[in-house]
């Protein structure tokens, strides 16, 4: 017991302020890309996930972008990657980035901020992934994140949740669990898609053996990133809620 | 026929008549050698097996093949580690190995299969019960259905069936390579990027005739060493958690963060994402980074020390991990079990030793178990250390010179095999061309592949309170069997 004592005494305090004032994330991080000119050819000829479009409607899908850096490499002129880790948005759509600023998601309205702002349950449902999105979901509840401090828990049973957080493209051999769970949740309820599969197939866009959310499953938070830093979960779990904005 | 490890060979020249095969392949199992990859690929009309046998102790490879056109002969029965590889087969190809114990699917990906849905082993009698657990499990993991078989708490059998993770990767190499095929080989299992992401780099580098340079093979190293050093600490403190002893599971959590984001140092994530491509590194370290490096790995060293010490000091740890989930050496070697897992049971496998490369010349390391949490545990502390021990090394000595060589075309009609000590054990890359010289081919073998069994052997004639302990000291991934 004394030296348990002791070691927390060594270890020290280790939790992390959030929101930081300054975020000290490596400098080869690559966080929110900003579009430095309308030309996008060069960049989306350089994506291997057809992430990045040009023309009329030029921008940067960051549902999409496995954050692979190839774009940047290939047309610096065009797009960089800043190292501002708040990503997420409510629809698809807003996680394109175009050449004005990015804006994130807000927060839930009404009832459902009045019964989740304090006190929010989340169901994990891993379905096909790499198991890079779990453990960046699951680095969120130990001291240095501290998950818990803003009434946020992942939760072992669905009917004990208020939502579920999706990571992975949904493999077709994961669809009847992941409806199961959504529906043993009681409503209201949310959904979080974490990750650049949950959201778009990641990775594995294209493939045949993974089915995506299904469509009558909706969406109210996307978090994009392959994984998401910790951070960027967290963030887009806080503003969701209200605790941020 | 003997091929060397990270070279490209004729894939022609591996072909052998059927009954030549079979018979090779059982002398050479029953002479010591281990499946490293057993696979059957598309060949004209019909399918080609073929097997991959490791010599460890001589560090020799040798690989046979032929071609089947209908069913053929299960080597199961006489080799249990082969019992995955020809359900795989079966599932993939539809060869039917006959003899076979129990074909089962293995990734339900088949028309008509449904996830979860076959035989189980039963064990029948009053007051004989099932447990079933998953696909969606209490904690944030993966998915996966496992069934015991159990009186009270006492656990006869447990089964383990996987396949929700089927993503259909593999054959995604195909045609390639091209530019998603890094990204298949880093995601294959994620917190296992470099580990994956160095074999696949490995198997091109040999097809193209490229050696990547002593400073790139040096940073891969580095890389490689810190995601085991991650993921062993993070083990030790879920462990640490799993036996109700919160102290050491804080602090061990906290220190993989540490660990991780070193490697986001290197390259900007922290799996080690986009570090690695073939012929090189994407990312060099100056001077200032060295430095930083250094010193994070002495402070989180230090700490790593403090934590893990009170786990060996404290009673009840010691009292839940002793004891339980005993793997022994024979079901260990008769199953063909790696990496940490078979070092903890007495099995002297490691990769960076028997099948040496790269900045891994020299390497030395000898440890030894009694095959049960304790001992894959404290295997696991051993490893942190001789990690930090070749990092450090490297940091003070980085070879001077270029990070990337010219990786050109492949070689047509050749094949590669190349191996890596990933943090859970070995993993195969199999990597075959066809006559455009791009991959017709691609096999990949996770640890995991071989050493569910393991789990599903250690928890024999335990307890169900002890699954968690268990399952967490061999900590495998769903994903990369799954593919």
Same mark, same amino acid.
């Given at each position: 017991?004394?030296?348990?004592?002791?070691?927390? &005494?060594?270890?020290?305090?280790?939790?992390?302020?959030? !929101?930081?004032?300054?975020?000290?994330?490596?400098?080869?991080?690559?966080?929110? #890309?900003?579009?430095?000119?309308?030309?996008? $050819?060069?960049?989306?000829?350089?994506?291997?996930?057809? $992430?990045?479009?040009?023309?009329?409607?030029?921008?940067?899908?960051?549902?999409?972008?496995?954050?692979?850096?190839?774009?940047?490499?290939?047309?610096?002129?065009?797009?960089? *990657?800043?190292?501002?880790?708040?990503?997420?948005?409510? /629809?698809?759509?807003?996680?394109?980035?175009?050449?004005?600023?990015?804006?994130?998601?807000?927060?839930?309205?009404?009832?459902?901020?009045?019964?989740?702002?304090?006190?929010?349950?989340?169901?994990?449902?891993?379905?096909?992934?790499?198991?890079?999105?779990?453990?960046?979901?699951?680095?969120?509840?130990?001291?240095?994140?501290?998950?818990?401090?803003?009434? =946020?828990?992942?939760?072992?049973?669905?009917?004990?949740?208020?939502?579920?957080?999706?990571?992975?493209?949904?493999?077709?051999?994961?669809?009847?669990?992941?409806?199961?769970?959504?529906?043993?949740?009681?409503?209201?309820?949310?959904?979080?898609?974490?990750?650049?599969?949950?959201?778009?197939?990641?990775?594995?866009?294209?493939?045949?053996?993974? $089915?995506?959310?299904?469509?009558? +499953? #909706?969406?109210?938070?996307?978090?994009?990133?392959?994984?998401?830093? !910790?951070?960027?979960?967290?963030?887009?779990?806080?503003?969701?809620?209200?605790?941020?904005? | 026929?003997?091929?060397?490890?990270?070279?490209?060979?004729?894939?022609? $020249?591996?072909?052998?008549?059927?009954?030549?095969?079979?018979?090779?392949?059982?002398?050479?199992?029953?002479?010591?050698?281990r499946?490293?990859?057993?696979?059957?690929?598309?060949? %004209?009309?019909?399918?080609?097996?073929?097997?991959?046998?490791?010599?460890?102790?001589?560090?020799?490879?040798?690989?046979?093949?032929?071609?089947?056109?209908?069913? *053929?002969?299960?080597?199961? !029965?006489?080799?249990?580690q082969?019992?995955?590889?020809?359900?795989?087969?079966?599932?993939?190809? %539809?060869?039917?190995?006959?003899?076979?114990?129990?074909?089962?699917? +293995?990734?339900?990906?088949?028309? %008509? /299969?449904?996830?979860?849905?076959?035989?189980?082993?039963?064990?029948?009698?009053?007051?004989?019960?099932?447990?079933?657990?998953?696909?969606?499990?209490?904690?944030? +993991?993966?998915?996966?259905?496992?069934?015991?078989?159990?009186?009270?708490?006492?656990?006869?059998?447990?089964?383990i069936?996987?396949?929700?993770?089927?993503?259909?990767?593999?054959?995604?190499?195909?045609?390639?390579?091209?530019?998603?095929?890094?990204?298949?080989?880093?995601?294959?299992?994620?917190?296992?990027?470099?580990?994956?992401?160095?074999?696949?780099?490995?198997?091109?580098?040999? &097809?193209?005739?490229?050696?990547?340079?002593?400073?790139?093979? =040096?940073?891969?190293?580095?890389? &490689?060493?810190?995601?085991r050093?991650?993921n062993h600490?993070?083990d030790?403190?879920?462990l640490? %958690?799993?036996?109700?002893?919160?102290?050491?599971?804080?602090?061990?959590?906290?220190?993989?963060?540490?660990?991780?984001?070193?490697?986001?140092?290197?390259?900007?994530?922290?799996?080690?994402?986009?570090?690695?491509?073939?012929?090189?590194?994407?990312?060099?370290?100056?001077?200032?980074?060295?430095?930083?490096?250094?010193?994070?790995?002495?402070?989180?060293?230090?700490?790593?020390?403090?934590?893990?010490?009170?786990?060996?000091?404290?009673?009840?740890?010691?009292?839940?991990f002793?004891?339980t989930g005993v793997l022994v050496k024979e079901a260990a070697e008769g199953l063909g079990i790696v990496g940490p897992a078979a070092r903890a049971s007495g099995v002297g496998l490691d990769t960076?030793?028997?099948?040496?490369?790269?900045?891994?010349?020299?390497?030395?390391?000898?440890v030894s178990g009694s095959g049960d949490v304790y001992s894959r545990a404290y295997v696991r502390w051993l490893e942190?250390?001789?990690?930090?021990?070749?990092?450090?090394?490297? &940091?003070?000595?980085?070879?001077?010179?270029?990070?990337?060589?010219?990786?050109?075309?492949?070689?047509?009609?050749?094949?590669? =095999?190349?191996?890596?000590e990933g943090w859970r054990g070995q993993i195969?890359?199999?990597?075959?061309?066809?006559?455009?010289?791009?991959?017709?081919?691609?096999?990949?073998?996770d640890p995991s592949f071989h050493n569910w069994q393991a789990l599903a052997m250690a928890l024999?004639?335990?307890?169900?309170?002890? *699954?968690?302990v268990c399952n967490k000291s061999f900590n495998l991934s769903?994903?990369g069997r799954?593919?």
């Amino acid at each position: 017991m004394i030296k348990s004592i002791i070691a927390r &005494l060594k270890q020290g305090y280790r939790t992390m302020p959030f !929101p930081p004032a300054h975020m000290n994330l490596p400098a080869r991080y690559l966080g929110l #890309p900003r579009i430095k000119s309308p030309e996008l $050819a060069g960049a989306a000829a350089a994506c291997p996930y057809g $992430a990045i479009s040009s023309g009329p409607e030029a921008g940067l899908d960051m549902g999409r972008c496995i954050f692979c850096g190839e774009c940047a490499k290939a047309a610096p002129g065009a797009v960089e *990657f800043t190292k501002d880790y708040r990503l997420c948005a409510r /629809s698809p759509g807003g996680l394109i980035v175009r050449d004005k600023d990015f804006k994130r998601a807000e927060a839930l309205k009404g009832e459902l901020r009045r019964i989740f702002r304090r006190s929010f349950r989340l169901r994990v449902v891993s379905a096909g992934g790499c198991n890079g999105c779990e453990s960046d979901c699951n680095v969120l509840q130990t001291v240095g994140f501290d998950l818990g401090r803003f009434g =946020v828990q992942f939760t072992a049973s669905p009917r004990h949740a208020d939502g579920i957080l999706i990571t992975g493209p949904v493999a077709r051999n994961m669809e009847l669990a992941l409806r199961k769970t959504y529906a043993a949740v009681s409503s209201p309820k949310v959904v979080i898609a974490c990750g650049a599969c949950a959201i778009a197939g990641g990775p594995y866009a294209g493939h045949e053996e993974c $089915a995506g959310i299904p469509a009558d +499953i #909706p969406v109210d938070l996307y978090i994009p990133g392959c994984p998401p830093h !910790p951070l960027t979960i967290l963030d887009g779990i806080l503003r969701l809620i209200g605790r941020i904005d | 026929m003997k091929i060397n490890h990270l070279s490209s060979f004729d894939f022609g $020249a591996s072909d052998m008549d059927s009954g030549i095969f079979f018979e090779t392949a059982a002398s050479r199992l029953s002479a010591g050698g281990r499946a490293v990859a057993y696979f059957a690929l598309p060949d %004209g009309a019909s399918s080609r097996l073929v097997m991959c046998v490791a010599f460890d102790r001589e560090g020799r490879l040798e690989v046979y093949s032929t071609l089947v056109r209908r069913p *053929f002969r299960s080597l199961t !029965p006489s080799f249990p580690q082969l019992h995955l590889f020809e359900r795989e087969i079966y599932e993939q190809s %539809g060869l039917k190995p006959e003899g076979h114990p129990w074909l089962k699917p +293995i990734r339900f990906n088949t028309p %008509g /299969s449904v996830p979860g849905v076959a035989d189980y082993f039963k064990v029948h009698g009053v007051q004989v019960h099932e447990v079933a657990v998953g696909p969606v499990h209490a904690g944030v +993991i993966e998915p996966g259905h496992f069934r015991f078989q159990c009186h009270g708490e006492h656990v006869f059998h447990l089964e383990i069936m996987l396949g929700y993770q089927h993503r259909g990767v593999e054959k995604r190499f195909i045609g390639g390579p091209d530019g998603r095929s890094i990204h298949y080989a880093e995601t294959l299992a994620g917190d296992t990027s470099i580990g994956h992401g160095w074999a696949y780099c490995g198997a091109i580098e040999a &097809l193209a005739g490229v050696n990547p340079p002593a400073r790139a093979q =040096v940073l891969r190293g580095l890389m &490689l060493e810190l995601e085991r050093m991650a993921n062993h600490t993070g083990d030790l403190g879920a462990l640490a %958690g799993d036996v109700a002893f919160l102290p050491t599971a804080s602090f061990c959590g906290r220190l993989r963060g540490d660990l991780l984001n070193m490697s986001a140092l290197v390259c900007g994530n922290r799996f080690g994402r986009n570090m690695l491509k073939p012929g090189g590194v994407n990312f060099d370290l100056d001077q200032e980074l060295v430095k930083e490096l250094k010193l994070r790995l002495e402070n989180t060293l230090r700490d790593a020390e403090n934590a893990v010490a009170l786990l060996w000091e404290t009673g009840s740890v010691i009292e839940r991990f002793e004891g339980t989930g005993v793997l022994v050496k024979e079901a260990a070697e008769g199953l063909g079990i790696v990496g940490p897992a078979a070092r903890a049971s007495g099995v002297g496998l490691d990769t960076r030793r028997n099948f040496s490369c790269g900045p891994y010349e020299d390497f030395t390391m000898s440890v030894s178990g009694s095959g049960d949490v304790y001992s894959r545990a404290y295997v696991r502390w051993l490893e942190i250390q001789k990690s930090a021990e070749l990092v450090r090394g490297w &940091l003070d000595a980085l070879p001077e010179g270029r990070i990337e060589a010219e990786c050109g075309e492949l070689k047509p009609d050749s094949a590669a =095999v190349s191996l890596v000590e990933g943090w859970r054990g070995q993993i195969c890359h199999f990597a075959v061309t066809g006559r455009d010289g791009k991959l017709r081919h691609y096999k990949v073998v996770d640890p995991s592949f071989h050493n569910w069994q393991a789990l599903a052997m250690a928890l024999r004639n335990g307890e169900i309170s002890d *699954f968690p302990v268990c399952n967490k000291s061999f900590n495998l991934s769903y994903c990369g069997r799954d593919l």
